[in-house]
Nanobody
Framework: QVQLAESGGGLVQPGGSLRLSCATS????????MTWYRQEPGKERELVAR????????EYGGSAAGRFTISRDNAKNTLYLQMSSLKPEDTATYYC??????????????WGQGTQVTVSS
């Protein structure tokens, strides 16, 4: 059974930091491209950061560049997002996504349930 479980969200003051984690199971984590998305109610989902499977190629959405760092631990099947210099506009639900286009009988596209991040004084 595939599971993606985000954690680490919460309430933080502007300028603060948070580290999100996405613990996964049920698939071969190292084969999957992993992405953090975020979404506010009534708004479109936004790409925050992405890390590739094989070579760990990384890309960031415009809002995250320079403040957030995505990483993965293939031994622990876990994805991370270190967020710093947080702003009120970073407030959203953050989702973990796993995607594999080259996997046997794929593509596969898995989502977590999300973790809420609220940046407020």
């Amino acid at each position: 059974q595939v599971q993606l479980a985000e954690s680490g969200g919460g309430l933080v003051q502007p300028g603060g930091s948070l580290r999100l984690s996405c613990a996964t199971s049920g698939f071969t984590f190292s084969n999957y491209q992993m992405t953090w998305y975020r979404q506010e109610p009534g708004k479109e989902r936004e790409l925050v950061a992405r890390i590739g499977a094989s070579y760990g190629l990384i890309e960031y959405g415009g809002s995250a560049a320079g403040r957030f760092t995505i990483s993965r631990d293939n031994a622990k099947n876990t994805l991370y997002l270190q967020m710093s210099s947080l702003k009120p506009e970073d407030t959203a639900t953050y989702y973990c996504n796993a995607w594999c286009g080259s996997c046997f009988k794929g593509p596969y596209d898995y989502w977590g349930q999300g973790t809420q991040v609220t940046v407020s004084s």
